[in-house]
């Protein structure tokens, strides 16, 4: 199992631009996520998805959108980039979206928005 | 809304000595805790978790018991290596599986 992966690792990209940062993973797990990583501020969640054709919003939704076409695969646009987008994002699943459940997480891709 | 508040960083240690981050949540309702490891240039692992009070997490000789009375879940090690050098996050699980974390505590073990 490659579990979870993301692609691209790195992108530039110019304020204006849009996006589509990869997600997918084979364990054929229901819950997915995005999370961006800021220095100092942990992770926070930006949407979710409980199963296929189910997304919803996390802690900080704006300027990005995602949709859940299959279960393995969860993107996440970025509209129209600006360089408070600048961020690792990581992508995770697990099995179940309860509360004592395991996420993994893939390993993450690194945007810069000039 | 809930939180998760961790130790600052960075924390320097000489190898074999005693590990102690600590960790503070605030939660209206019952959650379950994690401690998450992140080493350079990966993405997170999960260390250990306990689901409920008095619940004592454990794993490559971390350690982590779920207190309900101080809200704390503080991550304790006897003997650091090198290799342990990471950045160490405490998170907590809302319902629908949603991580609050708290904002990393980077570990540097030196030999």
């Known amino acids: 199992n490659a579990g979870v992966t993301q692609t691209p690792k790195f992108q530039v990209l110019k304020t204006g631009q849009s996006m589509t940062l990869q997600c997918a993973q084979d364990m054929n797990h229901e819950y997915m996520s995005w999370y961006r990583q800021d220095p100092g501020m942990g992770l926070r969640l930006i949407h979710y998805?409980?199963?296929?054709?189910?997304?919803d919003q996390g802690e900080v939704p704006n300027g990005y959108n995602v949709s859940r076409s299959t279960t393995e695969d969860f993107p996440l646009r970025l509209l129209s980039a600006a360089p408070s987008q600048t961020s690792v994002y990581f992508c995770?699943?697990?099995?179940?979206?309860?509360?004592?459940?395991?996420?993994?997480f893939g390993p993450g891709t690194r945007l810069t928005v000039t | 809304g809930d939180s998760v508040t961790q130790m600052e960083g960075p924390v320097t240690l000489s190898e074999e000595a005693f590990l102690t981050i600590n960790c503070t949540y605030t939660a209206t309702g019952y959650p379950s805790l994690f401690w998450y490891v992140q080493y350079p240039g990966e993405g997170l692992q999960l260390l250990l978790k306990a689901t409920k009070a008095d619940d004592k997490g454990s794993n490559k000789g971390f350690e982590a018991t779920y207190r309900k009375e101080t809200t704390s879940f503080h991550l304790e090690k006897g003997s650091v290596q090198v290799s342990d050098s990471a950045v160490y996050f405490c998170?907590?699980?809302?319902?629908?599986?949603?991580?609050?974390f708290g904002q990393g505590t980077t570990l540097q073990v030196k030999p």
């Open positions: 998170a907590l699980s809302e319902i629908r599986g949603k991580l609050i």
């Open positions: 998805s409980v199963g296929a054709g189910i997304t």
């Open positions: 995770a699943s697990s099995s179940h979206p309860g509360l004592a459940y395991e996420q993994y």
